[in-house]
């Protein structure tokens, strides 16, 4: 009964490296997301997919890209990594957009 | 600027007590109200939710309280617990977009 997992838990990046955070869900959810949370500021949506082959900017999309692989995976990539990345970030799905979302167990990132 | 506004940031409660946690927000085209409850080091989970077209939602000691003409709702917590101490995030939602408040850390003491 795994839900949503993220990996890595941890990783430590050094300005201008770029990596990719992997989501996968395995309850046939429609819509995934991406989340960044800092001390202070809630969470911050990054982009969305509310359905397979389709995605969009939340919030806050600078800097990073995303791919929706298919249903289940749905991927954020920073291509050239910065100190202001450096955050805790979360995936997350739910049947369909606006219902209750599901998160992962979150992605501990330090940009050095 | 923030869509969702949550105060307070942080409240300590003593075992048995009411807490109490207030959220405003702004876009009126928001029609899903969440409430998510995290524990250190592990991803948010949902708690309780209501929707514009009730005033109230009650499940056991957790209760939602909805203003729509205010647009403001709050969440009580009914004879808090030691193991309700956690960070708590209000949320609003519309079909493709959910926006949080920055959180309350609520310390319930023994």
């Known amino acids: 009964n795994a839900g949503v997992t993220q990996t890595p838990k941890f990783q430590v990046l050094k300005t201008g490296q770029s990596m990719t955070l992997q989501c996968a869900q395995d309850?046939?959810?429609?819509?995934m997301y991406w989340y960044r949370q800092d001390p202070g500021m809630g969470l911050r949506l990054i982009y969305y997919?509310?359905?397979?082959?389709?995605?969009d900017k939340g919030e806050v999309p600078n800097g990073y890209n995303v791919s929706r692989l298919n249903k289940r995976e749905f991927s954020l990539r920073l291509e050239s990594a910065a100190p202001s990345q450096t955050s805790v970030y979360f995936c997350?799905?739910?049947?369909?957009?606006?219902?209750?979302?599901?998160f992962g167990q979150g992605t501990r990132l330090t940009v050095v | 600027q923030q869509q969702v506004k949550q105060s307070p940031q942080s409240l300590i409660v003593q075992k048995g007590g009411i807490s109490i946690i207030n959220c405003a927000y702004e876009?009126?085209?928001?029609?899903?109200f969440p409430w998510y409850q995290q524990f250190p080091g592990k991803g948010p989970a949902l708690l309780i939710a209501?929707?514009?077209?009730?005033s109230e939602k009650k499940e056991g000691r957790f209760t939602i309280s909805f203003n729509k003409s205010a647009k403001q709702f709050s969440l009580h917590i009914m004879d808090s617990q030691p193991g309700d101490s956690a960070t708590y995030f209000c949320?609003?939602?519309?079909?493709?977009?959910?926006?949080f408040g920055a959180g309350t850390r609520l310390t319930v003491k023994p």
């Open positions: 997919s509310a359905s397979e082959g389709t995605t």
């Open positions: 209501i929707r514009p077209d009730v």
């Open positions: 997350a799905s739910s049947g369909s957009t606006n219902t209750e979302a599901f």
């Open positions: 949320a609003a939602s519309t079909w493709h977009d959910m926006r």
């Open positions: 876009n009126t085209a928001f029609d899903y």
């Open positions: 309850m046939n959810h429609n819509s």
